[in-house]
């Protein structure tokens, strides 16, 4: 019985490094064979420029949308930070550093596509400076209550901004709506969730009297949007 034991010892132990090496050289293969997954080139771009935007802002995603029939084809450079992080100075920095490298990297064939900077957190929090429509540039908020952030600071941090889009939670007084005489341009104004006061609209149009003012009152007459 010992002399069988034995024998099995000496030709099972052979055998268990054989399979070993099948499983082995079996992984090796498919590893080698598994197709590479390309990361996204946009990304791998505008992650060269990390240091315009780190540790505040990580890079989320940079993506195309072709246009459709409510939206402008456009190119988004999204971020993702923590709470806390919206020190528009900052912002408005990483927007004007980054947008002519990626215009240029981009090419020719997409120099027409709106180019958007979105700032996310949590909540649902966003703020966005969105390059449009020939020379437009646009503000867009979001769920930016209780931020600190008003509309004389945007126009501090954004002076050449010619568009602005609000969803009524960033509160604006009469007094604060003062800061656009600081503007050279103000050709729209889009006001979601809420309709504007008449004596809004009247001193934004004493300063600029073509400027096209969109809310509650006329919203479904707008063709397509940037964002």
């Not at 540039?137 to 501090?156: D, F, Q, V, Y």
């Not at 809420?194 to 001193?203: A, I, L």
Request: glycine letters at 4%; hydrophobic letters at 40%.
């Amino acid at each position: 019985m010992k002399k069988n034991i034995k024998k099995r010892k000496k030709w099972l132990i052979p055998v268990c490094i054989v399979v070993i090496l099948i499983i082995v050289s079996g992984i090796i293969r498919y590893n080698n064979n598994k197709p590479v997954k390309k990361e996204n080139p946009y990304n791998v771009f505008v992650k060269q420029y990390s240091e315009v935007y780190e540790p505040d802002w990580e890079l989320d995603n940079v993506s195309i949308a072709p246009e459709t029939d409510i939206e402008y084809a456009g190119v988004e450079v999204r971020f993702w930070g923590e709470e806390g992080v919206w020190n528009l100075t900052d912002m408005a920095h990483i927007c004007y550093i980054l947008a002519p490298k990626i215009r240029s990297y981009m090419g020719e064939e997409y120099q027409s596509y709106a180019l958007a900077f979105k700032f996310r957190s949590y909540a649902g929090r966003s703020f966005s400076f969105i390059y449009y429509d020939g020379d437009k540039r646009m503000i867009s908020l979001t769920n930016m209550g209780r931020c600190g952030i008003t509309l004389p600071k945007i126009i501090e941090a954004f002076p050449d901004m010619t568009s602005i889009s609000t969803d009524g939670d960033v509160a604006i007084s009469f007094d604060a709506l003062k800061a656009i005489e600081q503007l050279e341009s103000l050709q729209d104004w889009w006001c979601f969730r809420e309709t504007m006061p008449e004596n809004w609209k009247e001193y934004i149009w004493s300063i600029f009297p073509d400027c096209e003012i969109r809310d509650l009152s006329n919203y479904w007459e707008i063709e397509k949007v940037p964002w």
